[in-house]
């Protein structure tokens, strides 16, 4: 399965401040999403990072607040913004293409103070 | 709503005994469902994945049993490991791959040497 990449591996960051988190994969992926997991709860789906085009995001996520961006087949960024104690949370990046399961990287641990 | 559900926040098993994990759905659009494995400061790891058009899928000494009518799906591991105690989610999607999962909020098995 492809090696997935997360940068940073965990933050403290202030509140009212953004992060950008990057996402990088080995091999060229068909899709990529990106996924959040909030303490002591599941993970929930933000969005589908669309290669060359805006992403699709997910009833009660926008894209204003967090941006997403994939220039290519293997890479792609999502931004927390103006960020609260609320966003502290897990943020996952996974990759799959049509009939395979997705596979996850390590994720980003985000603390807000 | 939630529309995959584990009932079973934690569970404790012998080590060398059989550890069955239980998941649930609501959503009759499934038609793929999948195990993870989670541990501490790591992503999902994928584990098994069953189609709705079987009722059992086997890997080593993980097999998944799904039972479309009652709208139930099990994970069976035996014998079980210590290595095995972890967070396990059930996730379920309408595509393999090109499509959003949707979690439960995952059990946690211990393994008791």
């Known amino acids: 399965s492809a090696v997935i990449s997360q940068k940073p591996s965990r933050d403290i960051c202030q509140r009212g401040t953004s992060l950008t988190i990057q996402c990088q994969v080995d091999?060229?992926?068909?899709?990529m999403f990106w996924y959040r997991q909030q303490p002591g709860q599941s993970l929930t789906l933000i969005a589908t990072?669309?290669?060359?085009?805006?992403?699709?995001?997910e009833s009660g996520f926008v894209i204003d607040k967090f941006p997403i961006s994939r220039p290519n087949l293997t890479f792609s960024t999502l931004t927390v913004s103006n960020m609260s104690p609320e966003d502290s949370s897990i943020y996952l990046c996974?990759?799959?293409?049509?009939?395979?399961?997705?596979?996850f990287g390590d994720g980003t641990r985000l603390s807000i103070l | 709503d939630q529309q995959v559900k584990q009932n079973s926040p934690s569970l404790s098993v012998q080590e060398g005994r059989i550890s069955i994990l239980n998941c649930d759905y609501t959503?009759?659009?499934?038609?793929?469902f999948l195990w993870y494995k989670k541990y501490p400061a790591e992503g999902p790891t994928f584990l098994i994945s069953?189609?709705?058009?079987?009722d059992k899928n086997e890997d080593g000494r993980f097999t998944v049993f799904l039972n479309k009518s009652a709208k139930h799906l099990s994970l069976h591991i035996v014998p079980s490991q210590p290595g095995d105690s972890a967070v396990y989610f059930c996730?379920?999607?309408?595509?393999?791959?090109?499509?959003?999962?949707?979690f439960g909020t995952g059990t946690r098995l211990t393994i008791i040497p």
């Open positions: 996974s990759v799959g293409g049509f009939g395979m399961p997705q596979h």
């Open positions: 091999s060229q992926v068909t899709m």
């Open positions: 990072a669309n290669q060359g085009s805006e992403a699709t995001y």
């Open positions: 959503n009759s659009m499934f038609d793929y």
């Open positions: 069953i189609s709705s058009i079987k």
């Open positions: 996730a379920a999607s309408a595509v393999l791959g090109n499509e959003k999962l949707t």
